[in-house]
């Protein structure tokens, strides 16, 4: 158990300036290290980095925290994962390995097992990396195929030679050692009596965890051979289950995290290409379908995932089963899906070789939302034709929704499918999540805002930045005033009116004798401002400092457009009469906005 105290024990140990100049451009200025931020897009330093406080801030998009903040943000890591790395960076144990000394004797057994596995694997990677610049033919190979020495050396790419025993030359007793066996890099013949390697004359790409450890391998043979498979995997062991681990993801997931989109391919150079070309946020699936935790791995981290897949009968299969996949774990409502269906004889890795980088870029803005597919799919008009094949479609809906959890776009959904087909929801049978049904349950609903989350809440601190820098209110368009700040109105008349409402620009509780004799304002009212007339540090310093609060208005600003129209797009699913592509451009505005944000 990690216990504050060792936290803060860990914190102490580590220099956050070191950590972090590591992956960014740091500059002394002052009493602060400054740079570019690594979480939005910028051109003028605004990544603060405090050592003696141990604390970052980026005054551009409000990221900030300690070192263990820092790994979370930057590698896409959960608490535990990133209190890991820091232990390790920092030399210290990990309290759950402090305590290895309390486990059974079989479960430290199965610890130091998994801990020289993986070290036996990292040094075989280290081997093939080596044998790679040894071979001309690998390296031609790989040059034929576009793939650059450094792009190779980014991925480890390596190669195993044509010997029945390369790894004679890593480990001692080759032929006794068991590690090699249940770490998948030998095999026995089928007599038992002879071992030798599991990758012979194929290229090698490692397979890495999130946490940067090499945990599998897949080899690609360089000559073409009908008696062999073209690519081959390490099999399934205690440290890889192929179902959970997507390649490229540890490098990728960084920049997924910026860009909250994933693209997903499905062979190993397709990846490598892909990063190639610039598109770093791509992952595959190891050449098997998509399994529900790659996907729900995924979804946690973005806000939209394209699949990239083959035009060919195969690869449209491949598509159909990654949207019921989709389907049945979907948990995130504002999560955009699409489908890519390459031309035919086409993958990433040949379309890009082909057509080029710009090309792709604008493929990947014409995929087929996940509704689309799945409408298109069912409910092709051929089938439609007949009531047998409009019976069957119906059937094949209902068990689709059966599998779907509730929310907005299970109800969107069901209402596109009755349109299209023509008939009720409620012949899908689940009428719980219903557009009906839903409505029903809204209309008895009662939503109360309590004071303590009133005062933090986005339209709290607008009013705190219009309050002390009013020349931003004149920057709100006309049609955005139907909605903005509807709730305050009474006071944004009176900012427009006699500018600001305190005593000074600069802070402090007091109002102006105007504002405080004007009768149309109530007593809450009054108080409101009050409140958020008091002196609030970090806009007082940025106002004094700058002279303005143009940025924190902007921010805000873009916050309560997207909690306007994520309420305008629920109002608007209650209705049965509105197009599911009006919902669908709300929720696009949506991502486009939150990605404004980032940027």
């Not at 402090?98 to 990292?122: A, F, G, M």
């Not at 480890?156 to 590690?179: F, M, P, Q, R, T």
């Not at 607008?462 to 709730?487: A, I």
């Not at 873009?558 to 109002?571: R, S």
Request: hydrophobic share 40%; with cysteine.
């Amino acid at each position: 158990m990690v216990t504050p105290e060792f936290k803060a024990n860990l914190l102490e140990r580590v220099d956050i300036v070191s950590l972090i100049s590591a992956h960014v451009e740091l500059k002394p200025r002052g009493s602060n290290y400054v740079g570019l931020c690594p979480f939005h897009n910028e051109k003028t330093a605004s990544f603060s980095v405090n050592s003696s406080r141990q604390f970052y801030y980026c005054f551009g998009c409000g990221s900030k925290g300690d070192a263990i903040q820092f790994l979370m943000d930057y590698f896409s890591l959960g608490f535990v994962d990133a209190l890991k790395e820091l232990c390790q960076k920092a030399g210290v144990h990990y309290p759950e390995e402090q305590s290895i000394r309390n486990r059974t004797p079989e479960s430290k057994r199965q610890h130091q097992v998994q801990s020289d596995h993986k070290k036996l694997l990292l040094a075989a990677a280290r081997f093939y990396r080596c044998r790679l610049a040894l071979d001309s033919v690998a390296v031609s190979y790989l040059k034929k195929r576009g793939i650059s020495g450094e792009v190779a050396a980014k991925f480890h790419i390596g190669y195993a030679g044509d010997s029945w025993n390369n790894l004679k030359e890593v480990v001692n007793d080759y032929e006794n050692n068991s590690d090699l066996l249940l770490v998948g890099l030998v095999k026995t013949s089928e007599s038992g009596n002879k071992v030798f390697d599991r990758f012979r004359n194929r290229i090698i790409f490692p397979i890495f965890n999130k946490n940067g450890e090499v945990i599998a391998f897949g080899g690609r043979t360089i000559v073409d051979d009908s008696n062999v498979p073209k690519y081959l995997n390490s099999p399934e062991t205690g440290l890889f289950v192929k179902s959970k681990e997507l390649y490229g993801y540890f490098d990728a997931q960084r920049f997924i995290a910026k860009s909250q989109l994933v693209i997903v391919v499905e062979g190993y150079f397709d990846v490598i290409s892909m990063h190639q070309a610039g598109f770093k946020n791509t992952v595959g699936t190891l050449g098997t379908a998509l399994s529900s935790s790659h996907f729900l791995q995924l979804e946690r981290i973005s806000r939209e995932i394209i699949f990239m897949f083959d035009g060919d009968s195969a690869g449209k299969r491949a598509g159909w089963r990654a949207a019921q996949v989709v389907l049945a774990n979907l948990s995130k409502q504002d999560l955009l899906v699409s489908f890519i269906f390459l031309p035919q004889n086409k993958d990433p890795d040949t379309f890009i070789k082909e057509k080029g980088n710009e090309a792709l870029a604008n493929l990947l803005k014409s995929g087929v939302p996940l509704s689309t597919m799945i409408l298109e799919t069912i409910c092709s008009s051929g089938r439609l034709s007949s009531v047998e094949g409009k019976s069957s479609a119906i059937a094949e809906l209902k068990n689709l929704f059966k599998s779907m959890s509730g929310g907005i776009f299970k109800r969107q959904l069901m209402q596109a499918a009755g349109q299209h087909l023509s008939c009720s929801v409620r012949e899908f049978g689940d009428t719980s999540d219903s557009p009906e049904r839903h409505l029903e349950k809204e209309n008895h609903k009662v939503f109360l805002k309590r004071k303590s989350e009133l005062v933090a809440s986005p339209e709290i601190q607008m009013l705190k930045v219009l309050v002390r820098d009013p020349e931003n209110l004149k920057s709100v368009l006309s049609e955005d005033r139907e909605w903005f700040m509807k709730e305050y109105s009474i006071i944004l008349t009176w900012i427009q009116e006699n500018g600001f409402i305190g005593d000074n620009q600069s802070g402090g509780d007091k109002y102006s004798n105007e504002f405080e004799q004007d009768q149309r304002m109530s007593k809450e009212m009054t108080q409101l401002v009050k409140k958020v007339l008091k002196i609030d540090p970090v806009l007082d310093n940025i106002l004094k400092t700058e002279g303005t609060l143009k940025k924190e208005f902007d921010f805000l600003f873009v916050t309560l457009k997207i909690q306007h129209l994520e309420t305008k797009a629920k109002n608007l699913t209650a209705n049965s009469e509105v197009e599911f592509s009006d919902i669908h451009e709300i929720r696009r505005e949506i991502l486009s906005l939150k990605n404004a944000q980032l940027k």
